[in-house]
């Protein structure tokens, strides 16, 4: 089946675009809504994600599954890897080259419906911590791209491949890492590895946390 792709000027989300049609029973899985800017793009913890003309901003719509943040990590990392990008994943789901942000992805849910927004630089990075496409040395144009991530989050992959590629794609395991938790709490320790269901194992002075959602800065190697 092939991928039905709405293409939007400006736009608040494209979050928001894709769960109205959802909702009105006008798209669902294998829809892709991809705008030229957004107005109100937003990352994951509330935050604005910077979206001036130029990057790839896309939401695409999948059938929910317990391992959609794995999935969608390691669909978008291959599909750059088809356009000669490298990227890696930063816990649990922040691409990076090198210690900077490409890209970003944040999954929103309805009841049966994964809505995985996606953000890549491609021309600028629009902060100084982030890089794109172009100063990666890469080739992807918006559309191939866009493309390349549908086919690539539609392969079929059983549980235990799933976890091996998403393990391969992760830069955190191995790292000292600070996590900043929804209560305000944080955890720090050495990331040793990942669980069945993609939490973070951590080992800390008080010995061993296992982590499902946060924020993740990796301190040293
Ligand atoms: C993050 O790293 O915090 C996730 C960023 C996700 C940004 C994308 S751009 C397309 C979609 N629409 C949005 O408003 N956000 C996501």
């Not at 509330?46 to 790839?56: D, K, T």
């Not at 890089?131 to 390349?148: P, S």
């Not at 059983?158 to 600070?178: F, H, M, N, Q, W």
Request: hydrophobic share 45%; proline share 3%; aromatic share 4%.
């Amino acid at each position: 089946m092939s991928l039905v792709v709405h293409r939007l000027r400006e736009v608040g989300s494209t979050q928001d675009e894709a769960r109205r049609l959802l909702e009105s029973g006008r798209a669902g899985p294998g829809h892709v809504f991809v705008a030229d800017e957004q107005s109100e793009g937003r990352g994951r913890f509330g935050r604005e994600w910077l979206s001036p003309a130029g990057g790839l901003y896309a939401t695409f719509l999948v059938k929910r599954c317990p391992s959609i943040a794995l999935v969608s990590g390691v669909a978008v990392i291959r599909a750059l890897a088809r356009f000669d990008v490298a990227a890696c994943l930063k816990w649990p789901n922040d691409l990076l080259v090198g210690e900077k942000k490409l890209a970003g992805i944040l999954i929103e849910t309805t009841r049966h419906v994964a809505l995985v927004g996606v953000g890549v630089n491609l021309l600028d990075a629009p902060l100084q911590t982030a890089t794109c496409v172009r100063a990666a040395g890469g080739t992807a144009r918006r559309g191939e791209l866009v493309v390349a991530i549908g086919e690539e989050l539609r392969k079929p992959r059983d549980v235990r491949g799933l976890l091996t590629a998403y393990r391969g794609c992760l830069s955190t395991l191995g790292r000292v890492v600070r996590i900043a938790l929804a209560n305000g709490g944080t955890i720090e320790g050495t990331a040793v590895d990942i669980d069945a269901d993609g939490r973070l194992l951590i080992e800390t002075e008080m010995g061993r946390r296992t982590v499902s959602s946060g924020e993740c800065v990796h301190l040293r190697v």
